[in-house]
């Protein structure tokens, strides 16, 4: 195999929760299973679309402490999206379903050669920065994620397969979209905060405002936060949104430490604990165990083969990559 064709990294939340809220998929059982058979079928187009050399999905370990110790209110009062389907109450408990889909799809993962990553309180994009800054920093690499968080870890290696646009987008196509370079956007995100996250930001400010009154987030450097303080400081008497900014500097700073991806917010052991994952995985198949837990769900309408043969890209032995070795 080509040894420049990336590595998928999937956020692997992200993706379910997608599934779980969009795909009608019912079980022949009477419950729904979206969110096992949308992750399935969308990662399986993926794969056929990029053609990577291998598959890592990264899982949410009970959220982040640290982030908690910073902001108590981080993801507080965070509810599960909606389900976007017509059955009314038909699914009264829609909340022990995605936990009963979650549970199954990690076990039907164990069948399929992709490498899942799940280390106990952490985040999943905490372990997607560490595998893009640190162990994957030399690779080609693209993510598979609709969070806008993920832009500030694109570079020239690293690629992003927004679940919205269903494209491969680089960092010169986000430029493109908030005129705020990649390496600023989580400058740019602790500004508007992150309503998801439950994060508040300057009140007023969005991407569109934050890029033409600070044009710089748009330049070739990295910029500190008092840079952009010491920017609108001097610029007070032109807007009340500099006075704003600077007014809420205590805020930005708590809000950078929040957004700001790049894998500090692992601890050593946890760091440990992802590498040997990685290093140890040795990717294989097995349709029999796949589709046994399909008919234990009462899932009798997917292609066991076509999924599986849209995975013979990947390579079949144990990788351990890291930095030494990726790209």
């Known amino acids: 195999m080509s040894s420049d064709r990336p590595i998928l990294i999937v956020d692997g939340a992200n993706l379910f929760i997608r599934s779980w809220s969009a795909f009608p998929s019912m079980s022949s059982h009477g419950y729904q299973m979206g969110g096992c058979i949308g992750f399935l079928k969308t990662l399986k187009r993926i794969v056929t679309e990029i053609q990577p050399k291998f598959v890592v999905v990264a899982w949410e370990g009970g959220g982040s402490s640290r982030r908690r110790s910073i902001y108590p209110d981080y993801k507080l009062g965070r509810r599960p999206e909606k389900l976007n389907r017509f059955y009314g109450d038909d699914i009264p408990e829609s909340e022990e379903n995605r936990k009963h889909q979650m549970l199954s799809l990690l076990d039907m993962l164990k069948s399929v050669p992709v490498c899942q990553v799940y280390v106990p309180d952490c985040e999943g994009d905490d372990i997607i920065a560490f595998l893009c800054k640190g162990y994957f920093r030399q690779a080609e690499k693209i993510i598979v994620s609709s969070d806008k968080d993920m832009y500030q870890l694109l570079d020239e290696k690293t690629r992003i397969y927004s679940l919205h646009k269903k494209l491969v987008l680089t960092k010169d196509d986000i430029f493109d979209e908030f005129r705020i370079k990649t390496h600023n956007f989580a400058m740019a995100k602790a500004i508007c905060g992150d309503p998801g996250d439950n994060i508040p930001g300057i009140k007023g400010l969005g991407f569109k405002t934050v890029s033409k009154k600070m044009p710089f987030l748009g330049g070739d450097s990295e910029v500190l936060i008092d840079e952009v303080i010491s920017f609108c400081h001097s610029r007070m008497p032109e807007s009340s949104i500099y006075k704003r900014i600077v007014e809420n500097e205590s805020v930005i700073r708590r809000n950078w430490k929040l957004i700001y991806l790049d894998g500090s917010m692992l601890s050593a052991t946890q760091i440990s604990k992802v590498q040997h994952v ?6 294989h198949t097995n349709r029999i165990a796949l589709i046994k837990s399909l008919v234990k769900e009462g899932i009798g309408d997917f292609n066991v083969e076509d999924f599986f043969y849209a995975f013979r ?15």
């Open 278 to 283: 990685i290093d140890t995985f040795a990717p």
């Open 313 to 327: 890209c990947i390579d079949i032995a144990p990788y351990a990559g890291g930095e030494q070795n990726a790209g």
